[in-house]
């Protein structure tokens, strides 16, 4: 059986590595990201990746610099035949990437070469696509631009938030990785280049650009309400306090009024006016340090009189 290291942090890679172990594939180390500060208490928990690694037994290297000597010669001391990395965080440099005699591969989710850096799940939503995957690719020192040894593809459903399609795709990707493997165990790759003319980026995502500009159609403000999910989530206005917004349903006719402005029977829903034809029907909302709600509980705290007439 072939000497696998393994390099992931964050609940995408968790399910690959989930997915060696099942199947026999188990690294001879599992490399992250070390302990960070979460949640609104800020504090430090191991990743996803270093949790069921320690859980399964194996040897475990939290790492600030993979690059640096003294982690290069751990690694070169495990004698790696192949290296495999989803969602790691960091990039790999020449010396490490010419360590194992096999090389690196990495699995990614997105159809490469569309759809390289940071944000491919989240993109592919906001950008209004029906179809996305993964790819396992040969990594090189230029990011996600390797060889392509496979591909699996998948349909973006309607109601699919980024949050629902990253666990899709990262059950996906497991599956791939493990096909990978034994592709390589078996001397039967063979590898694609890309196409550098269909390349794009898909950029990290930021919080600034959650801030919902209504003057857009109403189809994209919808996407980025999905795309937005978990993190950062889409946001507006509501008089003096931001608004989250959790749901959106497109209305095929937008309500009366300028951009943003809101239609309500102060009971029952909130429909709001967008650039273009159609409208957006907000469904579940939270208003500044609230909990998150559906639109008819957000309405019943005004009794009849929601006072607001526009958003932003």
């Given amino acids: 059986m072939l000497r696998t290291v393994f390099m992931g942090t964050p609940g995408f890679a968790a399910s690959s590595l989930a997915k060696l172990l099942e199947k026999g594939k188990t690294p001879v180390a599992v490399v992250c990201q070390p302990p ?13 990746v270093q949790q069921l690694a320690e859980k399964s037994g194996l040897t475990v290297l939290p790492v600030e610099n993979v690059n640096a000597p003294e982690v290069l010669a751990q690694l070169r001391d495990l004698k790696p035949d ?5 969602a790691f965080g960091q ?23 569309k759809y390289r850096g940071a944000a491919p799940i989240q993109r592919a939503i906001l950008n ?30 309607p109601q699919d938030t980024s949050g629902t399609l990253f666990d899709r795709l990262a059950e996906l990707g497991a599956d791939a990785l493990v096909e990978a ?13 890309q196409d550098e003319a269909q390349a794009t980026h898909a950029a990290k995502l930021t919080k600034e650009e959650a801030v919902i500009d209504w003057s857009l159609p109403a189809e994209q403000i919808e996407r980025q309400v999905r795309g937005y999910q978990p993190w950062p989530v889409a946001e507006t206005r509501l008089g003096n306090d931001r608004l989250k917004i959790f749901g959106a349903e497109l209305l095929p006719k937008a309500p009366a ?17 967008c650039g273009g034809a159609a409208g957006i029907a907000l469904t579940q909302i939270q208003l500044e340090n609230r909990k998150k709600l559906e639109t008819r509980e ?7 009189a929601f006072p607001f007439t526009h958003l932003g």
């Fill in 36 to 48: 960070r500060a979460v949640g609104r208490g800020l504090k430090t928990q191991p990743s996803e």
């Fill in 82 to 86: 192949l290296i495999l990395v989803a």
């Fill in 91 to 113: 990039l790999l440099k020449k010396e490490l990437l010419e360590l194992p005699p096999l090389g690196c591969l990495n699995v990614h989710g997105s159809l490469l070469p």
């Fill in 128 to 157: 209004g696509e029906k179809e996305t995957g993964v790819a396992v690719q040969r990594i090189v020192r230029k990011l996600d631009a390797g060889d392509i040894l496979l591909t699996r593809r998948l349909p973006i459903l």
């Fill in 181 to 193: 493997v034994e592709m390589v165990e078996s001397g039967r790759t063979q590898f694609t280049p």
């Fill in 257 to 273: 009024g300028k951009p943003g402005t809101i239609t309500s029977d102060g009971k029952t829903f909130v429909h709001v006016a």
């Fill in 298 to 304: 957000f309405l019943m705290a005004y009794r009849g």
